[in-house]
């Protein structure tokens, strides 16, 4: 782990070391699968800078993320870390580590037999879909202010509006690149089937808009009815900025 990094108090009890040794040759083949069916679609779809974080990164088509290796490379660039934990935190303790820029990051992966969907999110959900855009210096700030922001929040109603935020930008985020509606949310990034929902027009594309964000409710357990777009990340880094008056 990065010595670097400060801290953690309330995630501490969650925090766990991938033992990258042990994944076996089949759970590498699934991920190669996993990839391999993505890619196709993502090398059109999805936006520059993700591309570029896969590559900054180092992430292998054929090998399960060994997540030291993606700290070596991701640390020097954004100072952020893929930091191993043992399953779902509780949200005071995701927050603690978003603003200390360390990503929680599962390390078990989906078996074969549940390849395009899982309920809980996987390494594949987590270092394929979220990871690559860490690499990227804008969308790292907004991350960390994003974790700052609902650290200090303790209102229920408050905090709702800002997963809403997150779910918008972080999971189902879209941005508008040369006149093409592209994907960096992990949510569309790590889902054929929610990526071609949006690539075939199935959700109501709208201008990225905070207070309209706040009060969007949406269901996890369908296809997205509405997206919001923004024009460039500087848009959702000040979003998280307004979003700490909006609900002060
Ligand atoms: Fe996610």
């Known amino acids: 782990m990065n010595t670097q990094a400060p801290a ?32 196709p679609q993502l090398a059109e779809h999805a936006c520059q800078e993700y591309l570029d974080g896969f590559d900054q990164i180092g992430l292998r088509e054929d090998a399960i993320p060994n997540l030291a290796e993606v700290n070596k490379r991701l640390g020097p660039r954004t100072r952020w870390n893929a930091t191993p934990v043992s399953g779902f935190l509780p949200p005071d303790a995701f927050f603690e580590m978003l603003a200390a820029r360390q990503f929680p990051t599962t390390t078990w992966l989906r078996s074969r037999d549940s390849l395009e969907y899982t309920p809980e999110p996987d390494i594949f959900h987590d270092v394929f879909g979220h ?3 860490h690499a990227h210096s804008v969308f790292a700030d ?9 650290a200090r929040l303790t209102d229920k109603d408050k905090l709702e509006r800002m997963g809403r935020l997150f779910w918008f930008t972080v999971e189902f985020g879209v941005i508008r690149q040369n006149g093409k509606i592209k994907l960096y949310g992990s949510g569309l990034i790590s889902s054929h089937g929610e990526s071609s929902h949006v690539i075939s027009c199935g959700p109501e594309i709208r201008d990225f808009d905070l207070d309209q964000v706040l009060d969007q409710q949406f269901l996890v357990s369908e296809m997205q009815k509405v997206l919001y777009a923004v024009e460039s990340f500087d848009q959702i880094y000040e979003a998280a900025q307004q979003a700490e008056d909006r609900l002060a």
């Open 131 to 133: 990871v690559p855009m």
């Open 8 to 39: 953690l108090t309330v995630a501490e009890p969650y925090l766990i070391q991938q033992d990258w040794a042990a994944y076996t040759p089949e759970q590498h083949a699934v991920w190669a699968e996993l990839v391999r069916r993505r890619m």
């Open 142 to 150: 907004f991350l960390q202010q994003y974790g700052k922001v609902c």
